[in-house]
């Protein structure tokens, strides 16, 4: 389904509208009926009432959509286009820190890691990002399977290097050494403190949802496709995290190394070839390159559906697809402007732009617990689920457990500092911020949102 062919979809607002808007249940008596003398006054009282409470009953999913799955909406709805907003200049960070790590290891007395020049790194690589998106989105795809390629056989040789080129750690210090490098007093705790970076890497399978409606039979195999990249992804990575474990070396100098990545210390202690470094460090740059541009497409995609259901300022212009272009032009224009505001904030401070970055991880976290949890609501009410090509079965029930679980301790996390009692200038201030932005929320649908916002399961009802 082409972005430009909408009309089939806001065609259904107006009546949708009709259909959700609930008339004030009347208590009067039914038919004009007045309580009666004697011994029938109590019975047709009764009467009345119990036909009220019947009316009330058959208008209760009229009001819940109206007094909790709207406002539940549009609350995860803003949260979750933070997260993919946040991420933006998240995933171009990756990019440019590992371009600084190379020309460091070059010429490690290299000026190229101050605020302003990692600022512009960051905008240059969000340009390219957004630039792709705009002139070669029919690329997309193509590219994607070609570095999916270059992911695989790059995990293979990276697997090759280390294991081959490297000295080892024995497994009893792999397996059985445990560091509380946080400083937390705890190693449990500052192992849950830790997974935050690389829970960042596995956020985002939401993306394939955001692209659902250009592509082919979306409905099988959008979330086969969501289920197996995180499982095989999730091996590979199990995998090269041990081998890293088993071939990292001294673990302080490579913390402390003139790069300031630890990944490309490793590489240069493996191989001893600075040509080397450079060609295997290549492979992750382009490879974090190419997430980015999948971010970039992603996050715009779903400001427009959020947009196309009246949910953002300014709707009409986001929401709108120009005529001759099959991508949502304006969307990605404005992803570019707030990712660059977003960077921006780095010229003066980086605690700034690391606190909303790390806000990320929040949001995202925050919308999927709302997501999997209404499914479990309804799994554990007995209701029936939607129509689905593609479904978990009796699994369904312990998968949510498992994920919700997961997800809440990662939601916590996620607001903790590096180290515990940090100065106000090393305070992880997102939640300062995720509560500011849910409480803008609730103000702005409570004041005006509410009279125009469609929640998306309203027109999946009706369709």
């Known amino acids: 389904m082409e972005l430009g062919n909408v009309k089939a979809i806001d065609g259904k607002l107006d009546a949708q509208v009709e259909a959700t808007s609930v008339p004030s249940p009347d208590f009067t008596y039914e038919d004009g009926l007045q309580p009666q003398k004697g011994s029938t006054q109590a019975d047709v009282i009764d009467m ?12 209760w999913p009229q009001w819940r959509q109206l007094l909790v799955d709207n406002p539940l909406s549009y609350i995860v709805g803003w949260l979750a286009l933070l997260g993919w907003v946040t991420g933006c200049p998240s995933a171009a960070q990756l990019t440019s820190t590992l371009v600084q790590g190379l020309i460091l290891l070059k010429n490690e007395n290299a000026n190229v890691a101050t605020l302003w020049q990692t600022t512009l790194f960051i905008m240059i690589f969000l340009i390219i990002a957004v630039a792709f998106n705009l002139f070669l989105a029919g ?25 081959t080129m490297s000295d080892h750690a024995p497994a009893s210090q792999v ?70 474990c088993f071939c990292i070396g001294d673990i302080d100098a490579v913390l402390n190394s003139s790069t300031g990545i630890p990944i490309i210390q490793v590489l240069y202690n493996a191989t001893g070839s600075f040509n080397g470094t450079v060609v295997m460090t290549t492979v992750l740059i382009v490879l974090s390159m190419v997430g980015t541009i999948t971010v970039i497409a992603a996050t715009s995609r779903q400001m427009w559906a959020f947009a196309r259901d009246k949910g953002l300022p300014f709707s009409s212009y986001i929401e709108h697809v120009r005529p001759g272009w099959d991508i949502p032009l304006n969307a990605i224009i404005v992803t570019l402007i707030l990712s660059l505001l977003i960077t921006a904030l780095n010229f003066g401070s980086d605690v700034a732009l690391n606190a909303i970055i790390s806000l990320s991880n929040a949001a995202l976290i925050f919308s999927y617990m709302a997501s999997i949890g209404c499914i479990r609501l309804k799994r554990f009410r007995n209701e029936p689920l939607l129509p689905r090509r593609w479904s978990l079965g ?62 998306p399961v309203a027109l999946v009802k009706e369709l």
């Open 175 to 244: 397996f059985g050494t445990f560091t509380d490098g946080g400083g937390w007093g705890n190693v449990g705790l500052s192992c849950l403190v830790g997974i935050t970076t690389p829970l960042w890497c596995f956020l985002g399978p939401d993306a394939g949802a955001h692209m659902s409606e250009e592509l082919k039979d979306a409905g099988r195999v959008l979330p086969s496709a969501m289920v197996w990249a995180t499982f095989f992804n999730g091996l590979l990575g199990l995998t090269m995290i041990i081998t890293l």
């Open 48 to 59: 009345s009432r119990m036909g009220k409470r019947q009316e009330l009953q058959e208008r």
């Open 139 to 163: 690329k997309l795809p193509l590219a994607e399977g070609i570095f999916l390629i270059v992911h695989i056989f790059g995990y293979f040789a990276f697997l090759i290097v280390l294991w």
């Open 394 to 455: 009796k699994f369904g029930a312990p998968i949510n457990d498992a994920a919700l679980a997961f997800l809440a301790v990662g939601f916590v996390m996620s607001f903790f500092p590096i180290t515990p009692l940090p100065a106000p200038a090393d305070m992880n201030w997102a939640i300062v911020i995720f509560v500011f932005v849910i409480v803008a929320a609730v103000i702005n649908y409570v004041v005006s949102a509410r009279k125009y916002y469609i929640a």
